[in-house]
């Protein structure tokens, strides 16, 4: 989620987001626009660029992602009680060191561009 990057990371511009979330730039300014407008993100001009804008979470976009992460968690968290057995629960941690290898790893889905480098 575009704002969960931007609150995790350092400003970044419309376009830097949209390669970070594979996204084409005209959808993403939409998405943009959206959250500033619903006043979880602001944009401020870049010192180093006066033709771009930089993008940073207000309080309440930094809020609204803390909220959304401690529902999540606690779902997860119900769901693995209630899903798996104590077994299966143990093996979660090297699942998700696994899985985040994938997610680290420097290939892109086919027809994707490759991705920029963003600062999260």
């Not at 990371?9 to 959206?34: C, K, N």
């Amino acid at each position: 989620m575009a704002l969960d990057r931007i609150v995790g990371g350092t400003a970044v511009s419309t376009s830097d987001l949209a390669a970070a979330e594979h996204m084409r730039p005209q959808p993403m300014a939409q998405i943009v626009s959206a959250l500033e407008r619903d006043g979880l993100i602001e944009r401020r001009p870049d010192p180093a660029d006066g033709r771009r804008n930089l993008i940073e979470a207000t309080a309440k976009g930094r809020e609204a992602v803390e909220t959304a992460s401690t529902l999540r968690d606690t779902w997860l968290a119900q769901a693995l009680d209630q899903a798996l057995d104590a077994r299966q629960r143990n093996l979660v941690p090297e699942l998700i060191e696994l899985l985040n290898l994938l997610a680290d790893a420097d290939t892109v889905p086919p027809g994707r561009p490759p991705l920029r480098d963003v600062r999260r």
